[in-house]
Nanobody, 119 residues
Framework: QVQLVESGGGLVQAGGSLRLSCAAS????????IGWFRQAPGKERELVAA????????VYADSVKGRFTISRDSAKNTVYLQMNSLKPEDTAAYYC????????????WGQGTQVTVSS
């Protein structure tokens, strides 16, 4: 059983930055993948970024490349999403989730944290 708890959301002006955290507890293996997703009202959920717990590989959505950075601290069992140059279109509920590898369904989800970017 894995539990994921997000934090760090809030209200920020366009151009600002936020750092989201996803603290994990339970059984974690280096080949597992943690992904950050977001969902805005009326829109489908989308994968923003993902990383292996080992840190060996990561992926980003085109819309956030160059602005967002995903990283992990294995000692703290925490994955971070550093979000810079935020835009109003980044406004969404952000969720972290865990999968047992790339291209495997994400089967554990956090409760989400809201990010609102004002123009």
């Amino acid at each position: 059983q894995v539990q994921l708890v997000e934090s760090g959301g809030g209200l920020v002006q366009a151009g600002g930055s936020l750092r989201l955290s996803c603290a994990a507890s339970g059984r974690i293996f280096s080949h597992y993948v943690i992904g950050w997703f977001r969902q805005a009202p009326g829109k489908e959920r989308e994968l923003v970024a993902a990383i292996k717990w080992s840190g060996a590989s990561s992926v980003y959505a085109d819309s956030v490349k160059g602005r967002f950075t995903i990283s992990r601290d294995s000692a703290k069992n925490t994955v971070y999403l550093q979000m810079n140059s935020l835009k109003p279109e980044d406004t969404a509920a952000y969720y972290c989730a865990q999968a047992k590898g790339w291209n495997i369904e994400y089967d554990y989800w956090g409760q989400g944290t809201q990010v609102t970017v004002s123009s």
